[in-house]
């Protein structure tokens, strides 16, 4: 993928890419297939639901796709403390991709704050 300017869809991107990597490792090594696919759908969604938003057809549609992408990143967050807290994930092997999807869900609810504002005025 081109680097873009753009903080989110970069930083949501390589999350993916993490997110893969997680599931392809917890399949392979710990046959976790039920709460890994869970993870691997939501941690893909964010950054599918910021690729769409690019294109948004309104500030409306911009602000309902960002809404989106953070349910989705809560929802990531949540499987991820899942697999940590079940034993699937060492608190050492999950607590990296935590904050990197602590990151991403503060960058998004920031951009719903911030669009939700603009469009109130």
């Known amino acids: 993928m ?12 390589a999350f993916a890419l993490r997110i893969i990597k997680l599931y392809q490792f917890l399949v ?23 690729k769409e938003a690019e294109h948004a057809q309104s500030k409306a549609d911009f602000l309902n796709k960002m809404n989106i992408a ?11 403390e899942l697999l940590r807290d079940s034993g699937y994930l060492s608190v050492d092997e999950s607590a990296s991709i935590i904050e990197d999807s602590t990151e991403l ?3 998004l ?8 504002t603009s469009l109130n005025r």
């Open 2 to 13: 081109k680097k873009s300017d753009n903080v989110v869809m970069n930083k949501s991107y």
């Open 105 to 107: 869900l503060k960058l």
């Open 70 to 80: 953070l349910k989705e990143s809560n929802e990531c967050e949540y499987w991820l």
């Open 109 to 116: 609810i920031s951009i719903v704050k911030s669009t939700k």
């Open 28 to 50: 392979s090594n710990k046959k976790e297939y039920v709460l890994s696919k869970q993870l691997l759908r939501s941690g893909t969604a964010v950054g599918a639901l910021i």
